[in-house]
């Protein structure tokens, strides 16, 4: 039988995830989303969103840097 995790420790890890989602799609939207005339997401927008999920879930920093410089992969 797996052992429990205390709540305490299950409250941080989920603020922790919470922090990270935020980061993540705050980020992502601001550079990502370029117009905002219509309700359509635009194909850049979608390549570029996929990216940052990618990049974001990678454990390299620099690649983030790269793609907010606007460099394709």
């Given at each position: 039988m797996a052992a429990q995790i205390p709540e305490s420790d299950?409250?941080?890890?989920?603020?922790e995830f919470l922090g990270t989602y935020n980061?993540?799609?705050e980020t992502c939207f601001l550079d990502?989303?370029?117009d905002f005339t219509t309700r359509e997401v635009k194909p850049e927008e979608v390549n570029l969103m996929q990216q940052?999920?990618?990049?974001?879930?990678s454990p390299g920093k620099k690649r983030k840097k790269d793609l907010r410089k606007g460099e394709k992969r």
């Open positions: 299950q409250i941080k890890q989920f603020k980061k993540l799609t990502c989303v370029k940052w999920t990618i990049l974001w879930e």
